[in-house]
């Protein structure tokens, strides 16, 4: 037992701490252990946007402000651990985005990487570095670091979209850069469809050469996605945990599409139960087909399409699926894998 009584440690190291403070140092000890902890410590919580609830206030979204005034008319999904932070995890942006007919938001860049995920509408269009593509329901499509792109919807119907970026590990880097040119459409420079014909057929230009991690492929149709998960579901048993899981990648290196989010897709078959399952990357879902469950941690989320939900990193989870299920997802994993921190556990 200490021969000094506490309070008066406690008095001194208080007095100590008072004085260092005024010289911007402070004591780890009375830190260490929120610091350093012995697994992830994530504000970030389990949660569902039902399509049900948002849809409507997207919808009114349009009605308050136009795609051109707004520069991007989104309605960002917070993470209720994160609010006012714009974070759907801790790392990544979410939100869901509105075009409405006749309606562009004009061209700008930033350093910040994004990648967009249709949920609704058909035929509106992105451009990126010159080169629009037709968006249809279930298509991934990358926005890479630092390219020109607008978007425009020429077609008769609302499209909705989900955003993904890297915004939150941009700022923790303090690499933040954004422009906006003169015009408001870029001008085109290649056809559409011309990055998947060089990119998108598991073969590429002769003289191809990197301009940098993020893949030359910018748009994954849904169209090929959903053929690649039913010859699976046809021929091969689920994975315990994932069922027919596949990841998106930069066909030129077989690495992840995007050198900061990662991009995946999988099958849950009709009366699917999986096994519990943990990874350190928090992860955001949209459910493009089917139904189902989320056992995540104490929680359970009901999902259907549309609906957007989180599993927070290293929360053991589990998927249930009533019908035969589709579910897209994004998560910091390439971050992590860089840089040998990732881990899983089945
Ligand atoms: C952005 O550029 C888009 O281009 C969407 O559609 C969401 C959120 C924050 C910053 C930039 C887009 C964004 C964004």
Redesign the pocket.
Known sequence: MSAVPQTRISEERKDFYARIDKGHVAPLWEVLHELVTPKPKTPCVPVVWKWETVLPWILESGKLITAKEA??R?L?LENPGLRGK?RATHSL?A?L?LVLPGEI?PA?R?S?S?M?FIVSGDGAY?AVDGERVTMHVGDFII?PSWTW?D?GNPSKEPIIWM?V?D?PIVELLDAQF?ERPGVEIQQTTRTEGQSFARYGNAMLPLEFKPKGRTSPLFWYPYERTREALATLAGSEAPHPCHGHKLQYVNPATGGAAMPTIGTFVQLLPKGFSGRDYRCTDSTIFSCVEGSGRARIGAEVIEFGPKDTFVVPSWMQHRFEAGAETVLFSASDRPVQQALDLWREEA
């Open positions: 520069e991007r989104v960002v714009s942006y939100g985005q938001a700008h930033h910040q994004a967009r992105t926005t792109h978007h955003d970026l915004i954004m």
